[in-house]
């Protein structure tokens, strides 16, 4: 069958459905007649899965429109493995860092023995010495220094011993669901594991025995939305894996300055980030969608890109990433998409290319601020340890302050 025989073909089977025909048989052949009934069986079919219908007199069509409809967009699940070089315990020797103390002196003079800390400057002061910077050295880096610095004041090489004896320099944060959250020195090769049993090890059920059951779930730890941060970057580990199934596969080493934070398992909130007025958690309600937790936050900045806006749902080792249009779900061309507690809804300031590095980029964002927010409420006062959380330039995490709400009049 030629193209203008097909078209004629299914503009009268159009016509025909509408109540209207006008067919007029050309000359064929065989073939040419078989051909045409092949097409016009096909058209048939495309034309009833198109969902033709007659509304019926007096009973007009529901009308639906996108503000009233609820949207199922499609999800993209990703699973992040564990570098094996994580699981192997730091080759590198210790380095000295402010807070450090050591033990110095000068062999065969037992009256120079002293004990000292490196100051905040970096600093050792032993002696007739003036400062002398070890910070980041060994300690045989710091020997040679000391002793190459002190040979100016006598006249033979001196031996110079130097013994550490208490690490501060070094820490590591627990905060959430354990019995001892804080900042601990990370004096020797550490584990996950051996790290939370050092704060306690997580809330069980059997030590909250006598409480209710509001209070129980508040103190338990929801293991999916756990984390560890490192330089800004949320590591891939599974806690669930790793403290109910017993996978050591898990089982990472820890670097100085890591986060492990677990939340509470009774979270009832939905974490709006990125290009909104005021970044926050908003507290969840039955039937919220994604408008309406981004109006939780008061909206979105000027310059944010609507189209691009990305709902991550699931464990942090194994999330899920929706992409959600909302600049047409605010002009009612679409459907809104509902939420669930824990959820996260990321409003960024540019679109992406690529979806796996947009993913990461809101994971680290979501650490990165879940540690910010955590770290000030253990360090409270000036008067305690004044570390904090290091987001490294060019790891592509959007820090945007804070701005008062808008003012309700």
Known sequence: MN??????AL?????????ILH??????????AIGMARGLFLAGLLLGA?????????????AETAATRMETAPALTFTNGINPNWLKPPAHLFTLGPGDQVQIEVLGDPSTKVTTVVGPDGKLYFNLLPGIDVWGLTLAQAKARLEHAYQQFVRERPDISIVLRHVESKRIWILGRVNAP???????????????????GTMELSSLQGQGVADVTQKLADLQRSFVLRGGKCLPVDFTRLLQDGDLSQN???QPDDFIYLPSASAQQVYVLGAVTQPRAVPYQPGMTVAAAVAGAYGTLKDAYLNHVALVRGSLSRPSITIINLRAVLHGHVGDQ????????????????????????????FASSAAIYEGESVVGTPT???GGVFIPVGSGIQVIPPTAPPAIH
């Open 338 to 365: 509902l939420v669930k507690p824990n959820d996260i809804v990321y409003v960024p300031l540019s679109p992406y290319r690529y979806l796996k590095r947009y993913l990461n980029i809101i994971l680290d964002t």
């Open 182 to 200: 804080g900042v601990y020195t990370l004096d020797t090769p550490t584990t996950l594991l051996e790290a939370i049993s050092r704060a306690g």
């Open 252 to 254: 990472i080493y820890l």
């Open 384 to 386: 305690h340890f004044t």
């Open 23 to 32: 067919f007029q048989p050309p000359a064929m052949t065989l073939p040419l």
């Open 50 to 62: 198109g969902g033709c219908t007659h509304l019926q007199p007096g009973r007009p069509e529901p």
């Open 3 to 8: 193209f203008d025989t097909a078209r004629s």
């Open 11 to 19: 503009h009268n089977l159009a016509n025909r459905r509408s109540g």
